[in-house]
């Protein structure tokens, strides 16, 4: 019996009292829900429809980003990160503004990664599919979605213009080459994005929707390859804007290049550094593994990222119980 629908019929101090106290079994808990729904402190009600302060991981002192070094021991530098996260934005599916950058460095082009059918294939060329599965998607999700694509090697340059359409899109997003990369200029990358968007302001961050909001989601693919960066005013603002959200997919190299090994590692925690609210996705994908982990990982993407949770508090099976599916493509 659902509690809530009992009434209390009985006299002061008779057995039903006591029963009543006992505590009733909850419902099973679910990952989508751990404390379960029927459990939860009738305080946490105010925040519904809303990111609420101190929500999951991501707001913990302990889990917050720390500073990262790059490979030959010289500091990366990166935002501070904030002591708690607060993040009250409505959770709504207003319109996306999605840039997607797709790293050319040679290191794409390598044929490691196992395909369908068991022959090797190159990250590149997955990419490229996922990328195009991708924005197909969500296009039919919402026609309104616009799209970005920006191709990333030494430098960064702005290869098609923001656009419903996804044939636009797509038809830019093949015939491209890879290229020796000695730098990644994550600076130069910001400095381009900012140019071409104007991030929305509402009166009410709480209460107000926003018109849109801009996403970029970059594919990227050097272990180690330490970034040109350096926090500037412009960056900063962009970043802690509750509008604007930085997905990363890192592809790197994992166990299969031991040398390489902590230096990913060290590149992905700086990406993380950058998450100053708590609220970008971030995933790592290793050469050595079945392309389709590349597809899955994309798939996770399409959620909005006003609707989605913190990426701590994200699953994708209905129990805990359930045991973990064999890998499949999910878009």
Not at 78 to 103: F, H, M, S, Y
Request: aromatic share 8%.
């Amino acid at each position: 019996m659902e509690r809530g629908c009992v009434m209390d019929t009985s006299e002061p101090g008779s057995a039903a009292e006591e029963e009543e106290e006992k505590a009733t079994e909850p419902r099973p808990r679910t990952r989508s829900n751990p404390e379960g729904a029927e459990d939860r402190a009738l305080s946490a009600q105010a925040s519904v429809g809303n990111r609420s302060e101190g929500e999951g991981e991501a707001a913990s002192a302990d889990d917050s980003p720390q500073g990262t070094a790059a490979p030959d021991g010289t500091a990366w530098p990166g935002p501070a990160p904030p002591a708690e996260v607060q993040v009250k934005t409505p959770r709504v599916n207003c319109p996306e503004k999605v840039i997607i950058c797709l790293d050319l460095a040679e290191e794409m082009a390598l044929p490691k990664l196992e395909s369908f059918n068991g022959s090797k294939t190159n990250a590149l060329n997955i990419s490229q599919k996922m990328i195009e599965m991708f924005v197909r998607t969500k296009h039919k999700i919402d026609k309104c979605h616009e799209f970005a694509l920006v191709v990333v090697n030494n430098d960064a340059t702005w290869l098609s213009g923001f656009t419903s359409d996804p044939r636009e899109v797509c038809s830019c997003l093949y015939d491209l080459e890879t290229v020796v990369c000695k730098s990644f200029n994550l600076e130069g990358l910001f400095n381009l994005i900012q140019q071409k968007i104007e991030l929305p302001v509402t009166e009410n961050v709480q209460t107000i929707p926003p018109p849109y909001v801009v996403r970029t989601i970059l594919v990227f693919g050097r272990p180690g390859c330490q970034p040109q960066f350096s926090m500037s005013e412009h960056m900063k603002k962009m970043l802690q804007c509750p509008y604007f959200f930085f997905d990363v997919v890192y592809i790197h190299n994992g166990v299969e290049e031991k040398d390489d090994e902590t230096s990913w590692k060290e590149m992905y925690a700086f990406f993380s550094s950058l998450d100053t609210k708590g609220t970008n996705y971030k995933y790592e994908v290793s050469l050595t593994g079945p392309a389709v982990e590349l597809h899955n990982c994309m798939a996770k993407l399409l959620a909005h990222p006003l609707q989605r949770p913190f990426q701590t508090h994200a699953a994708y099976s209905l129990l805990e119980e359930d045991e973990p599916p064999e890998i499949e493509a999910t878009v």
